[in-house]
């Protein structure tokens, strides 16, 4: 296996906010170089917490966590710091004055596509400005791309197309990607690794096709689900349906399947039934 290109050790932040709890506890991982990350999980579960304290914006206020120089990352949130009196074509330039050893115009240049070079940036709409901040961020041709909600602002066209233009450019030069978003289907068949944060804690972490092959989705007469661990069970008259992360081959009189990525998250955020919820 390659060295991890992000990799954390019993992480904790949090804010110097009084009475404020952690945004994050006792997160340790170690991700692939080359893979496509997707980070999920509920609003204030973390995720940006994460990202910032990757990008080194954040510092932790336990444990550790290590990943490329700022040199060689690019991070782009959602609201992002452009100059708005400069021009396209300025900003541009101005990524390659700031990078003057590893600025590549065509990477930039592919995803500012129809832009116009001499509109100022405050005339720019908010998915245009999108895509002049990933410009900026492939241009740079980063080891490690961190995307904190990027596509938000984006319409469903634009973002199909930026994600794909995206990933090729990822695929192309190996950059690990790790990106936030709440919208399943712009993850799923984007992303081949999964990082679920939840409270402030990493629930699962792992190769999706793997994570997916782990569980099995159930549905069937009730009965003692044992040994395998149930993720999320609903009982209609006498009818179960559960995730269960299985523990050898599941026998019994039900109909298996394995979970789709949407599933397998909801499952996961879901209080499980009879729970305190
Ligand atoms: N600058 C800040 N000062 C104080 N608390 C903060 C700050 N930023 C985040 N938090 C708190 O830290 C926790 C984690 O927030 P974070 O923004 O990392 O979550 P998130 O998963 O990215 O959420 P969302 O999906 O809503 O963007 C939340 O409880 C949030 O209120």
């Known amino acids: 296996m390659t060295d991890p290109v992000i990799e954390a050790d019993g992480l904790g932040m949090r804010y110097r906010r009084r009475g404020g709890g952690w945004a994050l506890k006792d997160c340790t991982l ?7 990350v997707a980070v999920v999980g ?13 990008a080194g914006l954040l510092r932790p206020t336990e444990g550790r966590i290590t990943a490329p120089t700022r040199d060689r990352l690019a991070y782009v949130a959602q609201d992002k710091p452009l100059y708005g009196q400069l021009t396209v074509a300025e900003t541009l330039r101005l990524g390659h004055e700031l990078n003057p050893d590893r600025w590549d115009p065509a990477a930039a240049e592919r995803i500012t596509g129809p832009l116009p070079g001499n509109a100022r940036v405050r005339t720019l709409s908010g998915g245009q400005r999108t895509r002049l901040a990933l410009a900026l961020a492939l241009g740079k041709r980063p080891e490690l791309l961190l995307l904190d909600e990027p596509m938000a602002d984006l319409d469903p066209l634009a973002r199909r197309e930026l994600m794909g233009a995206l990933l090729a450019d990822a695929a192309e030069r190996g950059t690990t990607v790790a990106m936030s978003s709440h919208i399943l289907t712009e993850l799923e068949g984007s992303c081949d690794h999964l990082l679920l944060v939840q409270d402030g804690r990493i629930r699962l972490d792992g190769a999706i096709d793997d994570l997916l092959a782990a569980h099995t989705l159930l549905t069937g007469p009730i009965a003692d689900l044992a040994p395998h661990t149930v993720v999320d069970s609903r009982t209609t008259g006498r009818q179960l349906t559960a995730l269960v992360r299985r523990e050898g081959p599941v026998e019994g009189p039900w109909e298996t399947a394995e979970p789709s990525l949407e599933e397998l998250l909801l499952a996961h955020l879901r209080p499980t039934e009879g729970a305190p919820a």
């Open 42 to 54: 509920p609003n204030g579960a973390g995720k940006s917490t994460l990202l910032g304290l990757a």
């Open 30 to 36: 170690a991700l692939p170089a080359g893979r496509v």
